[in-house]
């Protein structure tokens, strides 16, 4: 029976290759994109799984309190004090390490390098953590012991890829390297080489080295108020994770000791290691996202079901006689539903192949465009795609077997005809292919509304010109503080330098330092402003307007603000609009002039505001622009980036020109740099991606629904010659004919597009209110795809429409 029931299939699918190519294809099809999207849903939930015991650590996060009548905000940087704190506080804490990240010149000594000795540098981001750091994170040491590694302060630990780099193998344990930080150079032996961490890693560790001394007594690390690394807490089991929590809530309160800071600290709360990924801003992913692209997979998946289902059901009547023939020489009707339920079963067994081979034909180009490492596990993913296979074909397969199956064998064979299954048919047929079509359309004006925003946070206005701006992120380097003002000089004689300046934060900078401001009288008013030092030619290299009063010049002292930055002494400042507004100020003009205090240290210095300007968006457009007012420091400014006007050289001829002058310079340290829109891409590339994986579960959709139809139209086209002949014999002309048949196509279509805006409107609402820039969600975009799919359905059946509106009434006739 089973050998029949194979040479059955194989026969069908051999006599009615279109019906095999369209069910196949358009199964492979929506299988592809379900197998693709379920694996990126499986990426991006496997983010630090990898981590032994991750179930049990704990990133602290620092609730902040901004401006009086804002809402607060949480950080996963918190302040340094915390974690002794928290240690000698709660015993359920088992091993904590903070992690403070910063830019640092890497030199291994001739006597250890590779190629013969030639000198090896370059800047790397190292991370300074406690010694606790191995038994917090356990670095999968791969040369070296873990439990000792940061043990002493002059130790390092590597990732693979660093000691390859500097050493030529990953066998350097022993070796000896120097780091430049804070413009000193210290000897650090290597006491450990790790295996490269996932992309799938929050922290994306490549070297640690014990917190050094003089960083410990920065000023900043000694404020609750200052946020300067993350901390990590790794509890013995879930009950003391959840006891800790339960009393962070007081914690500050009872620790603080810098009073005033407690007016904008508001507390503690921890995040789970498994989370952190949907709230890390940098990454651009959250779980809405990617819970959206997991149902972008399934209702593919569903289409491409419900395209089987059509055509299936409309290729019954014309295998009625075949069933009605099997029952008179004896089959059953469970006989019957069992082998067309094994067709089924095997047809998707089929796209199921094909459904995998375009799946591995896709993912090296995604993870390109992503930047992920998405990989197939054929241990996971071949259970799954077999029970796959069963219940979409049972699923599929179930309704157009039971309708074959109750086919009575004697009106079947008296008919003249074969039979159409009546408006019944018609009309769940119709249905099929408008639920196709909903899920089609919702997807494209989806993908649509995606694109078109990104466009808008590309391209929107950001208060500075972007073009023709470069910035050199690698002034930050504080080794380089007393070179900042020859590199500068340098900067500025170059062919096409228009003007050049530093400052302390820069585009594709969300990392803020805030400072509170009051208007005198109003200290209960107090507003939590971005702080922000800037260099000579600052508001002229960034072209940001000038909205009331004066900018920054040397001629008046009191516009240089003072080095140390808790000197009480006055200074002037320029602000933002929105500082102006935050301010209470009615207009630009009304800021002018007046006095406002800000808070140093535990002291207070006196400020007047001499200029304002356009509200400058450095960072991610979801967020309202920060208030913000400015400091002038046209010496050296510590963790600085220079920014470079040009204009008449290309952005790379710029760039080239910039890194040569950079090498003659400074040329042990490397040389980093980018245009502004390269920097600001960061904030709207991951919702491009998504635009992109938006876009191509639409194009598939639509495929899917046109296959169907393509199909559909086709069987049509054969059942309905004999009515077509009638009525053209009946005065009915082609272009009659042809309206007629396209209505019956379009129209679902038409419906389905009604089902489809509402639905897709909520969700594109809900995920547009994320952004403080965003575009109108206009009718236009749900008419422009509507019309589209439209034009696209009647393309798709076109050629059978107008073949059978143009057939002869006598050769109609006869066939039928």
């Not at 596990?377 to 309708?403: E, K, M, Q």
């Not at 575009?775 to 799919?789: D, E």
């Not at 429409?801 to 143009?806: C, G, H, L, P, S």
Request: one cysteine or more.
């Amino acid at each position: 029976m089973l050998l029949h029931g194979m040479l059955t299939f194989c026969r069908m699918l051999s006599r009615h290759r279109l019906y095999a190519v369209l069910n196949i294809g358009g199964l492979g099809l929506g299988i592809a994109v379900f197998l693709l999207l379920s694996l990126v849903v499986r990426y991006e939930y496997g983010y630090d799984r990898f981590w032994p015991d991750q179930a049990d650590i704990y990133r602290l996060d620092q609730l902040w309190a901004h401006s009086v009548g804002v809402p607060g905000d949480r950080t996963d940087f918190s302040t340094y004090r915390a974690r002794d704190a928290l240690r000698a506080e709660f015993p359920q804490i088992r091993a904590s390490s903070r992690l403070i990240p910063q830019q640092v010149t890497l030199i291994a000594p001739p006597s250890d390098l590779r190629n013969g000795g030639a000198r090896t540098m370059g800047s790397e981001q190292i991370q300074f953590v406690d010694p606790e750091l191995p038994d917090v994170l356990a670095l999968p040491v791969i040369d070296g012991q873990r439990a000792e590694a940061l043990a002493a302060p002059d130790r390092i630990v590597l990732s693979a890829r660093l000691a390859r780099k500097y050493f030529g193998t990953i066998h350097a344990v022993g070796r000896t390297m120097r780091m430049v930080v804070d413009g000193s150079a210290q000897t650090y032996v290597v006491s450990a080489v790790f295996r490269d961490l996932p992309l799938a890693s929050t922290y994306r560790i490549d070297a640690a080295a014990p917190i050094p001394e003089r960083i410990r007594g920065q000023r900043s690390l000694n404020l609750w108020a200052a946020g300067t690394g993350v901390t990590l807490l790794r509890f013995s089991d879930r009950m003391g994770m959840q006891a800790v929590a339960a009393r962070l809530g007081d914690f500050i309160a009872r620790h603080s000791n810098d009073a005033p800071t407690l007016q904008y600290t508001r507390g503690f709360a921890l995040t789970p290691l498994a989370d952190m990924h949907f709230r890390d801003a940098t990454a651009g992913a959250d779980r809405d996202s990617v819970l959206a692209l997991g149902i972008v997979g399934v209702l593919a998946l569903l289409a491409a079901t419900i395209n089987y289902v059509n055509l299936a059901t409309a290729r019954a009547m014309l295998r009625a006689r075949e069933v009605a023939m099997r029952k008179t020489l004896g089959a059953s009707r469970a006989l019957l539903t069992i082998q067309f339920l094994g067709e089924a079963v095997a047809m998707v067994a089929l796209a199921a192949l094909l459904g995998l081979a375009l799946t591995e034909l896709a993912l090296p180009p995604l993870n390109m465009l992503c930047g992920w490492q998405v990989a197939i596990s054929y241990g996971w993913l071949l259970p799954r795609l077999a029970l796959l296979v069963v219940v979409a074909g049972v699923g599929a397969g179930l309704y157009p077997a039971l309708v074959l199956a109750a086919y009575a064998p004697a009106r079947i064979l008296a008919a003249a005809r074969m039979p159409s299954m009546g408006r019944m048919g018609t009309r769940i047929r119709a249905i099929l292919v408008g639920a196709q079509f909903v899920f089609a359309i919702g997807f494209a004006i989806c993908a649509l509304v995606i694109d078109l925003q990104v466009a808008h946070l590309r391209d929107a206005d950001r208060g500075f010109r972007r073009d023709g701006l470069i910035i050199v992120s690698s002034m930050a380097d504080d080794a380089l503080r007393p070179r900042q003002q020859t590199l500068l000089d340098s900067f500025a004689k170059l062919p096409g330098v228009l003007s050049v300046t530093q400052s302390d934060r820069a585009p594709g900078n969300d990392l803020l330092s805030m400072q509170s401001v009051w208007r005198p009288g109003a200290a209960n008013r107090q507003q939590e402003l971005v702080q922000q030092h800037v260099g000579r030619d600052y508001f002229r290299t960034y072209a940001t307007p000038l909205l009331a009063g004066r900018l920054f010049d040397d001629a008046h002292g009191t516009d240089i603000a003072p080095e140390d930055r808790d000197d009480p002494r006055a200074s002037n400042i320029v602000i933002n609009r929105s500082a102006a507004a935050a301010l209470g100020f009615a207009s630009p003009d009304a800021a002018i002039g007046r006095p406002v205090t800000a808070q140093i240290g535990t002291g207070t210095a006196p400020r007047t505001i001499i200029g304002v300007v356009a509200d400058a968006r450095f960072g991610s457009g979801t967020r309202p622009v920060e208030p913000q007012f400015y400091y002038y420091q046209p010496g050296i400014i510590g963790g600085s980036n220079a920014a470079i006007r040009f204009a008449g050289p290309t952005e790379r001829a710029m760039l080239a020109a910039l890194a040569r002058g950079w090498r003659q310079l400074v040329p042990d340290i490397q040389f980093d740099a980018a245009s502004a829109d390269d920097r600001l891409a960061r904030f709207y590339q991951p919702d491009q991606r998504r635009g992109q994986l938006f876009t191509a579960g639409a194009v598939v959709a639509i495929a899917i629904s046109c296959l169907g139809l393509y199909g559909l139209s086709a069987f049509n086209a054969t059942r309905r010659l004999g009515e077509i002949g009638i009525r053209k014999t009946l005065g009915a002309g082609t272009a009659d004919v042809l309206r007629l048949l396209l209505v019956q196509f379009i129209r679902p279509v038409a419906v389905s597009a009604l089902v489809a805006w509402p639905v897709a409107w909520l969700a594109m609402r809900t995920w547009l209110a994320g952004f403080d820039q965003r575009i109108a969600l206009s009718p236009l975009y749900f008419l422009a795809v509507t019309l589209g799919a439209v034009a696209l359905a009647a393309a798709t059946v076109l050629g059978q429409t107008i073949r059978v509106a143009r057939a002869e009434p006598a050769r109609a006739l006869r066939h039928d």
